[in-house]
């Protein structure tokens, strides 16, 4: 079943299944990497849970594992609001205010802001992701995490419900990323109040997603913006394609080159120990499992991408 190149379409059902199952008792046992405790509440995730799910582009799942263990979604609906926000602004205008060039720093660097004069470089940085949700329409912050609330459940297929707990615990700690918008203003970057804005980011964080949900997400940005489940389409594919150049280029921060090395194809990781891969035209794939390395990204959902990246033949290049 061995595959190292696209072949333009997935293998067949029942070998997606196989392979899932596969690839979860491969690195189920795997238990290296520590629960993120940055955050408080986040300290208190179980790290033995462990999900794969593979959603095509006609909505049929392929899961593995805890894919129905409801986690808050963190840095990948950075992926979503800058897909929502290219939407509504047009991605040459947000192309200008966020860029999409990798900083080569970690995700919450200050030091990254100040060596490019202000500039927040990409959407999936927390500077650029900051600016991005100030950008977001609605006159008022409540507005604005309505626009974001319905844009995400619309990419999920279903209505997606906030982590009030991991919500408060973060908004009671994250003075750094007030900083940062802070900074971003005083370089006239802000589209909105930088408090304000921190505080919709730290909600929409905070949005409850599983592992089956984030395939779907996933699987509706490799089809041109149509959900899989419900047919709506989200955004537009110009849109879409942009969001996948800006997830290669700095989907895995400053590891984005390793990950396009090993896995070949844009994909987005969260604190909480997320990943989704987008296999364009095919589908997408998402992982959970809480233990992360050093640059934050989930030990076993890395691992699994990479192993099922390869069997399933869907590295792009
Ligand atoms: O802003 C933060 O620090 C978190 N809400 C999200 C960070 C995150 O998920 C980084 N991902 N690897």
């Known amino acids: 079943a061995s595959r190292s190149v696209s072949t333009g379409h997935l293998p067949d059902r029942p070998l997606i299944d196989s ?11 795997l238990d290296e990497g520590a629960v993120a405790d940055y955050i408080p509440a986040l300290a208190a995730a179980d790290p033995s849970l462990f999900g794969l799910c593979v959603a095509e582009v006609d909505g049929t799942i392929h899961a593995a594992g805890d894919v129905d263990h409801e986690f808050s979604i963190q840095s990948i609906s950075k992926a979503f609001v800058f897909a929502l926000v290219c939407q509504e602004r047009g991605y040459q205008e947000v192309l200008e205010r966020v860029g999409v ?33 100030s950008l977001v329409p609605g006159a008022s912050a409540a507005a604005k995490w309505e626009y974001i609330q319905n844009g995400l459940s619309a990419f999920a297929g279903r209505r997606l419900a906030l982590d009030v707990q991991v919500y408060e615990s973060e908004a009671a700690t994250n003075q750094r990323n007030q900083g940062i918008a802070r900074l971003l203003q005083s370089y006239g970057r802000m589209g909105f109040d930088p408090l304000e804005t921190t505080d919709v980011y730290t909600r929409q964080c905070s949005l409850l997603v599983s592992a089956r ?5 996933a699987a509706t940005l490799a089809d041109g913006g149509v959900n899989p489940i419900t047919r709506e389409q989200v955004v ?27 896995i070949g194809m844009p994909g987005k990781s969260g604190v909480s120990g997320g990943i989704v891969t987008i296999a364009p035209g095919k589908g997408g794939l998402a992982t959970f499992s809480p233990r992360l390395d050093v ?19 869907l590295n792009l290049f």
Not at 102 to 131: K, Q
Not at 213 to 217: E, H, N, P, S
Not at 297 to 312: D, E, F, I, P
């Open 213 to 217: 949900d984030l395939a779907v997400m």
């Open 236 to 262: 537009d594919p110009a849109v879409c394609i942009r969001v996948l150049a800006a997830l290669a280029s700095s989907g895995l921060y400053e590891h984005s080159g390793e990950w396009l090395y090993e």
């Open 295 to 313: 640059a934050g990204n989930s030990v076993r959902g890395k691992r699994a991408t990479r192993y099922l990246s390869g069997v399933l033949g």
């Open 101 to 133: 060039d990798n900083t080569g720093l970690p995700f919450n660097s200050v030091m990254a802001i100040e060596l490019n004069d202000g500039h927040p470089m990409n959407p999936m940085v927390n500077a650029g992701a900051l600016v991005t949700t």
């Open 19 to 29: 392979l899932l199952l596969d690839a979860w008792e491969r690195y189920r046992g």
